[in-house]
C-alpha cells in the first residue's frame, strides 16, 4: 500500500522508512531505523525532490505512482548523490520518459560516475542549475542555492517560494524511521530525537563546519516556514530552536556546561578511578556528568558527547607503550571531525611506564582550539586510597574550568 502525507496542499512526502538497515553508511548503528525522503510538488508541472535508497525503491516507486495521481513526471530534482538519496535515479527516470534531471554540475556528473547513463539516455535529459538559478513549476518557483561539502560537494539546497519551504538536503536531516509521525510538532523531538540528530549531524557533516555556517547564512536572508531535509521530521514549529542547534554544532561550540568522562579500562582500574572522579564532581555541584566505556560505546555516540559538553576527561590505559587502541581510534575521529574548543582532563594509566597522558596530549595538540588541564592524575595499576586529596584538586580544576 502508498504510503505518502501532505507536507502543504500540493507538496506530497513521497519517502520510505528502512528498519531494516543495521549500519547506516555501514558505519553507524540505526537501532530507530532512518527515512530517507522525497517529496513530490504538484504544480502545473510536477516536481520530484531526491529519491531514495535503492534498499526502499519499491515502496517509493508505489507511493510517487500514487501520488502523482496518473499525471506524468516533468521534473526529477536531485539536490544530493549520495545513494542514500540518488539510489532509485535510474528507475524513476525510465518510469518517467518525459522527466527531466535537475541537479548541481557536479551533481549530474555524479550520476553518470554511479550509473550507466545510457539507461536513460542521461545526455538529453538533464539540467544544470547554478547558484541562484530558479525553476518555475507554475505557482511554485524553486530557487535552488547552492551547498558544497554539506556534506559532498555537489550537494544545493531548493526554496520554495510559494509555500516557504526549504528542501534542504542532509541539513537539519536526523536518525530514526518517521513511524506515521512526519511532522517535528507530532514527536516528542528533545526527548526522543535531539540524540539522534546530534549523533547524525556531528559525525556526518560535523567535519564542515564552516561550510554549514555559509548555508546557514543564505538561510537567513530567507523567509522560511518550513524545512523539508532528505532524513528525518519535516520542521514546522520552533524552526529557530533546531537551527539554533545546527548554529551551535558548526560553531564548535558546546550545546551544554558538562562532563563527559570517557575512559579506556583493561581490567577495571581506569574505570574505578573515572568512577571515583566522577563522583567528586558531582560532590562538588556539576550535575551534568556522563561516564562512557571507550570500549562498549559506539565512537558515534562518543563523538556526539563530546560536541555536547565543555568538558572531556579521558582516563586511559597504556597498552604496548602506546594509548589504548579504542582511544586512539576516538582520537583519529575527533580529529578528523574537527573538534575543537574543548577543556580536556587527562588521567593516564600504566603498570611499569604511563605514557598514555603524554601520547593523548601530543594528540590533542593536532586538534584547534583543545585546552588541556595542567593537573594530570597519572595512577600505577590501580589508584589506591590515601591519594584523595590529589583527586579532590584535580575535580576541584575541572569544576574551577567550568
Ligand atoms: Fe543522506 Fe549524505 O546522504
Redesign the pocket.
Known sequence: MQITRHVTDDIIWVGCNDRRLALFENLFPIPRGVSYNSYLILDEKTVLMDTVDSAASRQFLENVDYALQGRALDYLVVQ?M?P??CGTIVEVMQRYPEAKVVGSVKALQMIGQFYDASAFDAGERMVAVKEGETLCAGAHTLHFAMAPMV??PEVMVTYDEKDKVLFAA?AF?TFGALNGKLFNDEVDFEGEWLADARRYYTN?VGKYGMQVQTLLKKAAALDIRMICP??GPVWRSDLGWFIGKYDKWSRYEAEDKAVVIIYGSIYGHTENAADALASRLTEKGVQDVKMYDVSQTHVSELIAEIFRCSHIVLACSTYNGGIYPPMADLLEDMKALSVQNKTVALMENGTWAAASGRLISAKLEEMKNMTVLENRISIRSALQNGRETELDAFAQQIAEAM
Open positions: 544530493h549520495e542514500d538519496h556534506h559532498w542532509d536531516g556526518i532528505l532524513h
